[in-house]
């Protein structure tokens, strides 16, 4: 399903309402392995994450709001960190961080290609 965002389905008796919205959206989107290599926000509550893809080589890109309780387990597993670099940048702190950490992010097609993080490995 490459370059496709999703479908728009309805149910096969149901009518065209006008002014209503009566069909769902079902999006596409695949789940990626990526290495955590910073976060933006506090040490043990982070709100978003640094990733890297792939080989070393690619870009690092910025992960969507972590949910709270995914934030202060990300936190806990950062604490075995080593902590690179630290930065303030629109009034957060950017910390790069040497670590192990992998998660699970949700990559959607999309035209906003949002990275959800979706759990720890």
Known sequence: MQGIEGIVAKRAAAGYPAGRRGWTKVRHAD???ALV???VGP???PHHLALLFGDEGGPVRI???LEPV???RIG???AHGFVTQERRAEGETYTRVETDLMVEVLAGSGRHSTLTVVRTR
Do not use: K, P, W
Request: without cysteine; charged residues 20%.
């Open 37 to 39: 290599v910073g976060f």
């Open 76 to 78: 806990e597993a950062l």
């Open 63 to 65: 992960s969507a709001r």
């Open 70 to 72: 995914l934030a202060s």
């Open 31 to 33: 789940t990626q392995d």
């Open 43 to 45: 040490y043990l509550r």
